[in-house]
Structures are given as C-alpha cells and as structure tokens.
C-alpha cells in the first residue's frame, strides 16, 4: 500500500505537463486532408456510372474476356449523326458511353437504344445526369458473329434526335482493283494479307459462276499454300492454263467470323501482246493492196485513154491526107488543060 502514493504523484504530473501525443493513425489522415489536390487530380473527371451496378453481371460471367470500352460525344445543336467503327477479332466485353451536353432541360430526353435499328427492349442500359451533361451507357458481350453489327444511342425530344453509332465487325482484307496478269506455262503467287490481326486461319476459294469452289490443296503439281506470318497466306499457282483464268477468293477465319477479299487473275498466251500488231499490220496491209489496186486501176485507165488518142491522131491524119490527095486533084487537071493550050 506504501507504493500507491507514489504512483499517484506520478500520474498527477504526467496529466499536469504536456498534453498527450494523438495516436499515429489520426496524424496520417490530418496530413492526407490537409495536402491540396493537383491539378491531375482536379482535371480528372470521375465516371457517372462508378456506383451503378452491373445489371446482367456480364463481366462477372465472361471474366474472361477481354473488356473494350468506347464512347461518343454528341453535340447539341447538330443534326448530324456520329459513328464510330470498330473492329474485334474475339469475344470481349463491351461498354459503350453516349455523352450529350446541352444547356436545357436532359430530364425531357427519351433516351434509347438500338441493334441495327431495332430498338433495344430490355431494359439494361444506364442513364445518368450531371450538371449540363447526359451519360448513358450500354454493356454487352460479343460471343459470336450475332453480336457484331450497329449499335446506337438515340436521344429524343419533341422530334428531334441526336444519334450515335457503333459499328462493330472483323477485320476486313484490303481488295486489290488491279488484276494479276501472267501467261501460260508460268506460275505465279497470289498473296493476302491482314494487317494489325492475327486471324485463326486461311482458306482459299475460287469462282466457278456464282459459287466458291474451295481449292483443292491435294493438288501439289498445281496449288501449293503457304505463309510466313499469322496475318498473311499465298497460294501459288503452277503450270498455268488459259482455263485458269478467273477470281480467286481468300478467307481470314476469326472467332467472331471471316472476312474475304478477291484477286483477279489473267492468263494470256505469248500470241495475245502480238495481238494489236498483227491487227495494224494487217490494216496496213488492206490499205497497201486497196491503193496499189487504185494506182493500178488509174494507170490501166490512163493507157486506155492514151491509146484512144493515138487512135483518133491517126485517123485524124489519114483523114486529112485523104482530103488533101482529093483537094489536089482538080489543080492537076486544070494545070495540064491549060499546058494543053
């Protein structure tokens, strides 16, 4: 009992000096609240729909997947519709954002939307106002090629409407305008390729009429397929006939569907760039033989006409011979009558 006392004094000068230290943790948040934000912190926008759940729970059941994110801004006072293409490869998630600033009333705004300008019945699209803007928002996921098409956020108010389109589909093959010309008993290499994809793989058709025929790769003294890289394939043609000629189609196979792209071919005979000059050569020709016939014809003519002359020349002069034997005659008598006298 003797050791209270003194524990006593202790305590009495430990609450008469200085106050108490607050605890680590209470420091911690005094020094968080009391630092400014930055101006990265303050011109960052936070997302309208952060605490808006996800009402299909489509990213929990294809975590999977990858998730794609777009938006579009519209502008208030323009009639013209936005679209926004974009192209996948694979199943993924996809959120799509509308944001319509205007400075009426956005509550009178009859938000929609649309898969190929089908309206959208069920109701799992999110509409959210802050300030002057409007969001909304549409979640899905692309399995297949059903998915893939247009989508769109129609915004409506007495008549008038602000849409924004997204159109989705696979990667497309460039096309090639100029045909493939080579000739028979060669061989040559058409070659596609699909930039910035990988697609899973190829296949090679060719037109016969309205339908493709695939090519047949058991064929090796005739096609042969190949490719360095994912995102291009060849087919070599070999021994080449005139009935090779035609179009020829390849296909990249994605996950969420194929996309094609023709290459014309021209097969031509070694006769065929001789073609135009045996042509000329043979209208010079026609045109040579038709003048010399002419000259021919003219200078057959001018002989004739020349003989003609000849001809009347000489009567012309027996003519007047004659009648100068007879002119003379009378003058003979009459010189010798009067010789007589």
């Not at 065929?272 to 003519?301: G, M, R």
Request: glycine share 4%.
């Amino acid at each position: 009992m003797s050791a209270l006392p003194g524990l006593r004094l202790r305590l009495r000068l430990r609450l008469r000096g200085a106050p108490a230290r607050p605890p680590p943790a209470l420091l911690l948040l005094c020094v968080l609240i009391s630092v400014p934000a930055t101006e990265a912190d303050e011109l960052t926008p936070v997302s309208p729909f952060t605490s808006l759940p996800d009402r299909e729970g489509t990213t929990a059941k294809y975590s999977n997947f990858s998730l794609e994110s777009h938006n579009i801004s519209l502008i208030e006072h323009s009639s013209l519709p936005v679209e926004k293409n974009i192209t996948l490869e694979k199943p993924s998630n996809i959120i799509l954002t509308c944001q319509f600033t205007s400075s009426g009333n956005l509550n009178s705004l009859e938000v929609m939307w649309k898969k190929d300008d089908e309206l959208i019945k069920e109701n799992n699209y999110l509409v959210n106002i802050t300030g002057y803007i409007l969001y909304t928002q549409y979640t899905f996921t692309t399995i297949n090629s059903t998915q893939l098409g247009s989508y769109s956020c129609s915004l409506q108010e007495k008549g008038k409407e602000q849409r924004g389109t997204f159109n989705f589909k696979v990667p497309q093959l460039p096309v090639k305008e100029k045909a493939l010309i080579t000739y028979v008993g060669d061989s040559t290499v058409l070659k596609c390729v699909c930039h910035g994809c990988s697609p899973l793989n190829w296949t090679w058709y060719r037109s016969n009429g309205s339908v493709e025929v695939p090519i047949d790769v058991q064929r090796i003294d005739k096609y042969m397929i190949s490719g360095a890289h994912a995102n291009e394939t060849k087919l070599r043609l070999m021994q080449l006939a005139e009935e090779d000629q035609g179009t020829y189609w390849c296909h990249a196979n994605f996950q969420l569907g194929e996309s094609q792209a023709p290459v014309q071919v021209v097969v031509l005979t070694y006769l065929t760039p001789l073609k135009p000059f045996l042509a000329i050569a043979a209208e010079v020709l026609l045109l040579v033989t038709v003048i010399l016939s002419c000259e021919a014809y003219t200078q057959k003519k001018q002989k004739c006409s020349d003989h003609g002359k000849e001809f009347e020349q000489s009567e012309q002069l027996k003519t007047d011979d004659s009648n100068g034997i007879e002119s003379n005659a009378p003058r003979l008598r009459k010189n010798e009558s009067v010789t007589s006298e």
